[in-house]
Nanobody
Framework: EVQLQASGGGLVQAGGSLRLSCAAS????????IGWFRQAPGKEREGVSC????????YYADSVKGRFTISSDSAKNTVYLQMDNLRPEDTAVYYC???????????????????WGQGTQVTVSS
C-alpha cells in the first residue's frame, strides 16, 4: 500500500522558517518523483517543488525560488521541504504527492499526482 505521511506544518511569523517532511512507503522511493503541492483558500492546488530522487533533479515554482529547498533522503524514504523567509502568501495546506509513472520532477509538479499524503497546514502571520 502506497503511503505518504506529511508533517511539519505550523504557525510562524513572516520571515520565519518551517521544515516539512514526507515519509514514503509502499513503492520504490528512488524510481519516482515526489513533490510538494499547496492549496490556499479559494485557489487551485499548485505544484511548489518536486524532486526526482534517482538523479536529484529539482523543480521550484517561481514564487518560492530562493526561499524553499527540497531534498530527499533515500535511506529514510523521506522528502523534506525547507521553507525560509516565509511570507503570508505562503499560507496554505501543503500536501506531498507522487505519480507512480512519473520520474520527472518538472512533469510531476506540472501534472497531477496519483498518490497523495494528508495535508499539513502552514500559516504565516504578518
Amino acid at each position: 500500500e502506497v503511503q505518504l505521511q506529511a508533517s511539519g506544518g505550523g504557525l510562524v511569523q513572516a520571515g520565519g522558517s518551517l521544515r516539512l517532511s514526507c515519509a514514503a512507503s509502499g513503492f520504490p522511493f528512488d524510481d519516482y518523483a515526489i513533490g510538494w503541492f499547496r492549496q490556499a483558500p479559494g485557489k487551485e492546488r499548485e505544484g511548489v517543488s518536486c524532486i526526482s530522487s534517482s538523479d536529484g533533479t529539482t523543480y521550484y515554482a517561481d514564487s518560492v525560488k530562493g526561499r524553499f529547498t527540497i531534498s530527499s533522503d533515500s535511506a529514510k524514504n523521506t522528502v523534506y521541504l525547507q521553507m525560509d523567509n516565509l511570507r503570508p502568501e505562503d499560507t496554505a495546506v501543503y500536501y506531498c504527492g507522487t505519480d507512480l509513472g512519473q520520474a520527472s520532477s518538472y512533469a510531476l509538479c506540472h501534472g497531477r499526482p496519483t498518490e497523495w499524503g494528508q495535508g499539513t497546514q502552514v500559516t504565516v502571520s504578518s
